[in-house]
């Protein structure tokens, strides 16, 4: 017997075996700190990021608004053509009813910033929607301008010196005089998720962003979740082991790791300058984010594949079923709670992708929602990078809160996957 087949024996009992469990319990303790203080860094991280956002975002969930009477005075507002009648007046008369002592026009304009600045439009749409008010009076909650809803959160300190504020004392007197009479209210800002993006801060919301997400979600999943089987399907099942199917199997693992900004600037550059298909589209964006995702999807519907064992296989080929029958009866059923769940993530993957859909326009100033798949439209983290160029205060908020709502889309996507995954997925 040489030395090389030799083996040592250790009396555990001995000193030395004592010493050697001392160091392999010490190295496990060490390994299990490590996992526990990686683990604990990761969700602290997480809980910061959260914490920070939340913090600086929740301001959005509430709006400031001021109840004012209207007067809507028939001189003013025509019944058969109310579009056409004079709602800035009507605006500056309840005002004025509201601050009688107030005298001059620059006062009247100072006064009339309280309000946001579509006030006369939303008094417009009320009148329209029930021209039985004409000649009487209506009463409507309208937003506060953004100066004065940061001035009511918070935002706008009343300690610092007039000239390095948005408002006056005088703005701030009026306000408050508001807010003792009980006009001033912060109810929930559904317009946060009901209106469409605009320039004013107190009116800008996530309902176009949201639409253009769906749709172009829907078209993401739609290409990307037929092909992306069939060709999954096709290497797995059929396709001859060969060079041929080996650089497409390693081209494919490339693809997937490949940085989001490049399927950007190919949809630039095939679906936008070749084909001619309209910037900020919806249908662009769905298929640009469908490239992405094909990789993805493959990947995850091959490794689903081979989990199923082969004696399924086996036993629909014994039973006589064509290998057309045995992957569409047997394998395939079988492995698709495994793909719903790579393409659920895959999607959940698209959602928060900004690069591509910057390069092909969707990240344009839309003030309505998208009504199909070929009208302008921006997406949710293509509407949080517009906010937060934006230099208005106001934003700001907006900003963290958009932020909030797409890692709400997303924990509730990757939550459908895991439920979908512990429903359906099978054993053997």
Known sequence: MTDSTMTVSVDWTSEEGAARRRRRHAADRRLRAYGIGAISLAIG???????????????AFVQTMV???????????????????????????AMGTLFPEVEGRAEERELKRILTNNTQFMVRDAVIADPSVIGGTITLRVPASDPFDQLNK??????????????????????????????????????????????????????????????????????????????????????????????????????????????GLLGLAVFLNFFGLPRSAPLVGGMVLALMTLPTIIIVTRAALKSVPPSIREAALGMGASKHQTIMHHVLPLALPGILTGTIIGLAQALGETAPLLLIGMNAFITSPPGGLMEASTALPTQVFIW????????????????????????????????????????W
């Open 45 to 59: 991280l997480l809980a910061i990021l959260i914490v920070t956002l939340a913090a600086t975002g929740y301001k």
């Open 154 to 263: 918070g935002e706008i300190s009343r300690d610092l010196p007039e000239d390095q504020r948005r408002v006056n004392d005088q703005q701030i007197t009026w306000f408050d005089k508001l807010d003792a009479e009980g006009r001033i209210t912060t109810p929930f800002n559904w317009g946060l998720f009901l209106n469409a993006d605009s320039r004013f801060p107190e009116l800008a919301g996530l309902a176009g962003a949201i639409v253009g997400s769906f749709y172009a979600l829907l078209v993401c999943f739609l290409i990307s979740f037929p092909v992306g089987i069939a060709a999954a399907v096709y290497l797995e099942e059929f396709a001859p082991k060969n060079r041929l199917t080996d650089l497409i199997e390693v081209n494919i693992n490339n693809l997937a790791a490949v940085p989001s900004v490049v399927f």
């Open 388 to 427: 937060a160029d934006s230099p208005e205060r106001g934003f700001v908020a907006r900003t963290s809160a958009g932020i909030l709502v797409l890692l709400g889309f997303l924990i509730l996507m990757n939550a459908i996957a895991i439920f979908l995954r512990q429903r359906l997925e099978r054993t």
């Open 67 to 93: 109840r004012v009477d209207f007067t809507i005075s028939a001189d003013l507002v025509k019944a058969d053509n109310i579009p056409a009648g004079n709602f800035r007046a009507v605006v500056a008369n």
